[in-house]
């Protein structure tokens, strides 16, 4: 598939910008998750979320480049990013 130049420039900025905004929800879900499970306490929960969001977003960024569609590309990341978002902040009390 040939890679046009808007194209290319679209899937950087998924890459980039939606593979950050979606390893931070990731790591707040994995946060929330460690310390509802586990009874972790909520620094050492949150420490553990933002180290597995280094690893999930080296998977979004290879990800990306491999669909190489960037509008399904940038709508799995938003749905992803608002529902383990919003998820996250319930399961951690945020959103009482």
Not at 13 to 37: D, P, V
């Amino acid at each position: 598939m040939n890679l046009s130049a808007p194209r290319l420039i679209a899937l950087v900025a998924a890459a980039l910008i939606g593979g950050y905004f979606t390893a931070i929800s990731s790591g707040i879900f994995a946060g929330s998750l460690f310390g509802l499970i586990w009874g972790t306490p909520r620094s050492e929960a949150a420490l553990t979320g933002h180290l597995l969001s280094f690893i999930s977003y080296a998977f979004i960024v290879i990800w990306v480049f491999h669909d190489r569609r960037p509008l399904f590309v940038w709508s799995i990341l938003s749905v992803i990013t608002l529902l383990m978002t919003t998820i996250g902040m319930w399961l951690g009390g945020m959103l009482a």
